[in-house]
């Protein structure tokens, strides 16, 4: 069975400065993919970025990339230059296989002025 | 840029009512989710659905649950006989291909449902 763990139920950053946010999973799959999406307040999820597990290099968009270390199987999501508009909840998600995804339980996030 | 649209954004019922949930997906996409999340907890997968049938769904998608696409546009969710623990947000998802790959599930903004 699929597992994603978010440890940060709640964190907060200035602006301007640099966060990270921790996932971690566990599967017995190979090949999978990994997923950060954003869910703004009275806001739909949109994807931030994605990473294929079959790819060593680190996925990055924008201000935002990941640190991804498979035999770790973690997956943290780093924003940089942090902005009011960042201020939401991400959840990691993960899928292998099956066409669903898993969730993490989502870490809220307040950028500070 | 196109969304994944829900209605109603937040709906009320009665213990033993049914309740249907719509969605629009995006409208080139195949693929299409219904998702859940109780206040607090994860976001959980029901079903997928494609070409007309399901194609996965979870232990928590039970014979009181049901989806369909009635026309060329909406996907729904009925839910039969509501119970107090269906309260929950029910997200619809799409993606434009699905088959067992990394395609993005682009999302709704979700229908808050209450059963009193």
């Keep these: 069975a699929q597992t994603v763990t978010q440890s940060q139920p709640e964190m907060s950053v200035q602006e301007a400065e640099t966060v990270t946010l921790s996932c971690t999973y566990d599967t017995s799959e190979n090949n999978y993919y990994l997923f950060w999406y954003k869910q703004p307040p009275s806001r739909q999820m949109i994807l931030v970025i994605r990473q294929e597990a079959y790819k060593q290099q680190n996925a990055t968009e924008n201000r935002f990339s990941v640190n991804f270390q498979k035999a770790a199987k973690s997956f943290s999501l780093k924003i940089s230059d942090s902005q009011l508009g960042d201020t939401a909840m991400y959840f990691c998600a993960f899928k292998a296989g099956a066409n669903n995804l898993f969730f993490g339980t989502g870490t809220r996030l307040t950028v500070i002025p | ?116």
């Design chain 2, 1 to 116: 840029e196109p969304e994944v649209t829900q209605t109603p954004s937040h709906q009320v019922t009665q213990m033993g009512q049914e309740v249907i949930l719509r969605c629009v997906p995006i409208s080139n996409h195949l693929y299409f989710y219904w998702y859940r999340q109780i206040l607090g907890q994860k976001v959980e997968f029901l079903v997928s659905f494609y070409n007309n049938e399901i194609s996965e769904k979870s232990e928590i998608f039970d014979d009181q649950f049901s989806v369909e696409r009635p026309d060329g546009s909406n996907f729904t969710l009925k839910i039969r006989s509501t119970k107090l623990e269906d309260s929950a947000m029910y997200f619809c998802a799409s993606s434009e291909f699905g088959t067992r790959g990394g395609e993005t599930q682009y999302f709704g903004p979700g229908t808050r449902l209450l059963v009193l």
